[in-house]
């Protein structure tokens, strides 16, 4: 209101000046401000969270609740599947039909012997000069047997995950950011392993596990505009699928299928124990190709947030009218309806969380990510525990937030960790640990 008035004197003035052009300039450039200023108010203060009430994920659409696995997953689980597919993420479609694969580099010597390093072109079509993806995959040098592998998208191309000269430098589109040698829009011979404190790949290695990455980017530049330059402009046809019906989320999730699908043809991996993860909107994805793909059979969301692991009822640190206003393309134009009433919204992400039961679960905060709220992101975790139940599943077995840096929990596990919104070597040594106890038992 406050700044909406002075707008009405001073373009008043103009008008009546005959500056009508400059009159129009300014009030658009003042309501565009209004409307930023006034409405998107950011809650971080527990004790200010009004009341809210979650739906429940056993709850039928004719009002009687299901009561068996065999329900939940005769009905149910689709149900709420296309409920997220509708409202929040779109539609994923399948695999298309030609995907190929092509190794163009692999390295039995790498990390001084400890590792193999393969390089492997990913294409969606027939066409070699079309539509690709290159994945990045270490396996353990010493592996007897096929071997479990985490595979997760990267932020800024395959060459930022660690140091190694003969990783392909990606040549598409990136954000800048110096720092990272990412410049014009593109990744510099400077951005090789500028990402490494994300990739606990000697570790991974070390611990007998593979790790299959490749950069977000191939699959969809992450800007609003990026979907023309990505796989929904350029598998819309194959895929049969129009770029409003599905956003980048949508696609990059769609991309840990197609990592998969290429697993699933690997001898030396163990295509029945891949574990997908992903941070921060890398784990929005990868909660949401989980939920469609049940072939991952262990999923770990690291600090994935706002559309991620984190409640949308609850009001603190982002919300969904944040999240749609800063990255409009991420989710579909339905999700926009939900900006002032995350009330209406049919699903809350303890429903996403849900659609990973039975299989093993990790939800992963840091005390110092308010925004992507952590306690939030323990509720959503901890309300997926009566469908991990129907599976006699045992969840978080607390009611509470645990301590600082103890993890909770059996085929649900949470912890909150010291430290900023990062993936740490904290975080990879309790994944690994839960991958290797839920192998294992
Ligand atoms: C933030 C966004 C979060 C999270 C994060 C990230 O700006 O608000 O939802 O996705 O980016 O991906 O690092």
């Not at 068996?68 to 005769?74: C, R, T, V």
């Not at 985490?150 to 110096?178: C, H, K």
């Not at 990868?286 to 072939?295: E, G, I, P, T, V």
């Not at 699903?347 to 849900?354: P, T």
């Amino acid at each position: 209101m406050y700044i909406q008035s002075p707008t009405f004197v001073i373009t008043a003035f103009f008008m009546l000046k005959g500056c009508r052009q400059f009159a129009f300039s300014i009030v658009f450039a003042f309501s565009f401000l209004a409307t930023f200023a006034q409405d998107i108010v950011i809650n971080q203060d527990e004790s200010k969270v009004p009341p809210y009430k979650l739906p429940d994920p056993l709850r039928r659409s004719n009002g009687t609740r299901i009561t068996s696995s065999e329900q939940w997953l005769n009905g149910q689980r689709q149900r709420i599947l296309q409920l997220f597919a509708r409202n929040v993420y779109g539609r994923m479609p399948g695999k298309p039909a030609n995907i190929h694969y092509k190794t163009f580099s692999i390295d039995s010597f790498a990390l001084g012997g400890t590792a193999i390093r393969k390089q492997i072109t990913i294409f969606f079509t027939n066409n070699v000069n079309g539509t690709s993806m290159d994945l990045l995959l270490y396996l353990p040098a010493s592996a007897k047997k096929p071997v479990p592998v985490f595979t997760g998208l990267n932020f800024y191309g395959n060459q930022t995950v660690i140091g190694d000269t003969a990783i392909r430098l990606s040549t598409r589109w990136t954000m800048n950011d110096e720092k990272l040698g990412l410049k014009n829009n593109r990744a510099t011979e400077a951005s090789r392993g500028k990402d490494s404190g994300k990739w606990a790949v000697e570790e991974i290695i070390r611990r007998g596990y593979g790790l299959a990455t490749a950069y977000y980017g191939d699959l969809e530049p992450d800007y609003p505009e990026g979907w023309k330059d990505g796989v929904r402009a350029t598998m819309k046809s194959v895929l049969a699928i129009d770029e409003t019906e599905w956003a980048a989320i949508s696609a990059w999730a769609w991309g840990l299928s197609r990592i998969m699908d290429y697993l699933e043809t690997d001898a030396a991996v163990d295509s029945k124990k891949i574990i997908v993860t992903g941070h921060s909107r890398l784990g929005k994805a990868c909660l949401w190709a989980a939920a469609n793909d049940q072939r991952f059979a262990i999923v770990v969301s690291n600090n994935s947030g706002e559309g991620g692991a984190a409640l949308s009822k609850r009001w603190f640190g982002e919300t969904i009218e944040r999240i749609n206003t800063s990255f409009p393309h991420w989710f579909v134009p339905a999700y926009k309806k939900y900006n002032k009433h995350p009330e209406l919204l049919p699903v809350d992400q303890h429903m996403l969380l849900s659609l990973i039961a039975p299989r093993p679960l990790y939800v992963a905060s840091a005390v110092d990510d308010l925004w992507a709220d952590p306690k939030g992101e323990f509720l959503a975790a901890k309300n997926a525990e009566p469908v991990y139940a129907l599976f006699h599943k045992k969840g978080l077995g607390v009611t509470i937030m645990p301590p600082v840096n103890q993890p909770v929990g059996e085929t649900i596990r949470y912890h909150i960790r010291e430290g900023k919104h990062d993936f740490t070597l904290y975080g990879w040594q309790q994944y690994l640990d839960f991958a290797h106890r839920q192998f294992n038992k």
